[in-house]
């Protein structure tokens, strides 16, 4: 597609459900990253994958939070068990490469709202 | 570790008066550093970026920014604001052996007022 794509744009969901959170990069990047916008917290860093593997999760903030991508494309971030405090919106960038230098490319984000 | 910090989680400035968001950063080691924007419901969008090659580095939309390895300063500025540069501003820092992983401040929300 034309850009980082990810779905849904909204999601609402009652404490302690799983959610599963979607994004489609731009074709060919193979870099891909995960971040948390939240009041407060302003931009954190989640994950990041290089093709299908993950060589930094040191932002997950629990083992409730887990991500893998598949075929070097499409990647899925779940929250098992979801609590108030993970109400955030959720933005995934790709780039062409994982290099220091790469310009990433970010999608609308998904609004998750925990009641 | 490397950090950002933006001086001014929000700005105002007057149509046509010059534009000045702060960032500082530390870092051990010679960082690369970004300016991204974030306009009202969309995502966030490269401004521009430092990567060594020059100091005072120009970005899109009539922004540049210049690196002071002195006062470890990474600064966005813009001569005239316009009314569409009503955004939030966020600056970020990058090591060279960290994948990409951006390390983003807290974000500087800029008013223009007519």
């Known amino acids: 597609g034309a850009g980082v794509s990810q779905s849904p744009s909204n999601k609402v969901t009652e404490k302690g459900k799983d959610v599963e959170l979607r994004c489609d990069p731009i074709?060919?990047?193979?870099?891909l990253y995960w971040y948390r916008q939240s009041l407060g917290q302003g931009l954190e860093f989640l994950i990041y994958f290089q093709g299908n593997s993950a060589p930094d999760k040191s932002g997950l903030p629990s083992d409730r939070f887990s991500a893998e991508r598949t075929g070097g494309s499409v990647s899925t971030l779940t929250i098992q068990r979801t609590q108030q405090e993970d109400s955030a919106v959720y933005l995934c960038?790709?780039?062409?490469?994982?290099?220091?230098?790469?310009?990433?490319?970010f999608g609308s984000g998904t609004q998750l709202s925990v009641l | 570790a490397q950090s950002v910090t933006q001086l001014g989680s929000h700005v105002s400035v007057s149509e046509g008066a010059l534009v000045l968001l702060r960032c500082n950063y530390s870092s051990s080691v010679p960082p690369y550093l970004f300016w991204y924007v974030q306009y009202p419901n969309q995502g966030l969008q490269l401004l521009l970026k430092?990567?060594?090659?020059?100091?005072l580095v120009k970005g899109i939309n009539g922004f540049e920014a210049e690196f002071k390895k002195s006062e470890t300063s990474f600064h966005l500025t813009k001569p005239s604001a316009h009314m569409s540069d009503a955004a939030e501003y966020f600056c970020?820092?990058?090591?060279?052996?960290?994948?990409?992983?951006?390390?983003f401040g807290q974000g500087t929300e800029l008013s223009v007022k007519p």
């Open positions: 960038a790709s780039s062409p490469r994982a290099g220091s230098n790469e310009k990433l490319f």
């Open positions: 430092y990567t060594s090659a020059a100091t």
């Open positions: 970020a820092v990058s090591l060279g052996n960290q994948g990409g992983k951006l390390i």
């Open positions: 074709s060919g990047h193979t870099a």
